[in-house]
T-cell receptor
């Protein structure tokens, strides 16, 4: 089945130790999103890629970076995790092509990040 | 700006009860509207959607109708099951640009046997 995969499902890191979360998709969607979701809150968009174009949200801290080496993969790098960065991180994809735009997003299962 | 306001929970129902979760929105133009469901420890799953006024989205016994006159997209189910226990998010996607999703705060539903 075509899907959005996130690894690992659970990640534990230490305060200040860089961590990378990964997302892959078999949907061949050209748009990929990273969200941060804290407990009992709605997901908050951090940034997204439209094809290779990176789009950062205005209030996303510089501590968060992203890479998209190809259509299928996207990474979230947290350079110096703080206690406040403990959250669920969700990856999502969407297809948008010339003349066609399906605006529903498909989400992965998420990676729960714990910062010690 | 665009925004979504949904009924705050938590909502607790008995099995086979009727469910309504209210959702209203503010947006320019003609947004698409969605209901996503999140089961404990999982990502979001699209439950249903509607892309234009008077459209009715439906899935797994859940329904919601896009009402432009009242800017609403209320979620309903006639008979809930224990397995419907989850958090439900109403969201909109405005046309044009990156079509980002704007979420409501979520409503936690617990269904007791």
């Amino acid at each position: 089945d075509a899907m959005v995969i996130q690894n690992p499902r659970y990640q534990v890191t230490q305060f200040g130790k860089p961590v990378t979360l990964s997302c892959s998709q078999t949907l061949n969607h050209n748009v990929m999103y990273w969200y941060q979701q804290k407990s009992s809150q709605a997901p908050k968009l951090l940034f997204h890629y439209y094809d290779k174009d990176f789009n950062n949200e205005a209030d996303t801290p510089d501590n968060f970076q992203s890479r998209r080496p190809n259509t299928s993969f996207c990474f979230l790098d947290i350079r110096s995790p703080g206690l406040g960065d403990a959250a669920m991180y969700l990856c999502a994809t969407r297809v948008s092509a010339s003349g066609v735009s399906y605006n529903e997003q498909f989400f992965g299962p998420g990676t729960r990040l714990t910062v010690l | 700006g665009n925004s979504v306001t949904q009924m705050e929970g938590p909502v607790t129902l008995s099995e086979e009860a009727f469910l309504t979760i209210n959702c209203t929105y503010t947006a320019t133009g003609y947004p698409s509207l969605f209901w996503y469901v999140q089961y404990p420890g999982e990502g979001l799953q699209l439950l249903l959607k509607a892309t234009k006024a008077d459209d009715k989205g439906s899935n797994k016994g859940f329904e919601a109708t896009y009402r432009k006159e009242t800017t609403s997209f209320h979620l309903e189910k006639g008979s809930v099951q224990v397995s419907d226990s989850a958090v439900y998010f109403c969201a909109l996607s405005a046309q044009g640009g990156s079509e980002k999703l704007v979420f409501g705060k979520g409503t936690k539903l617990t269904v007791n046997p």
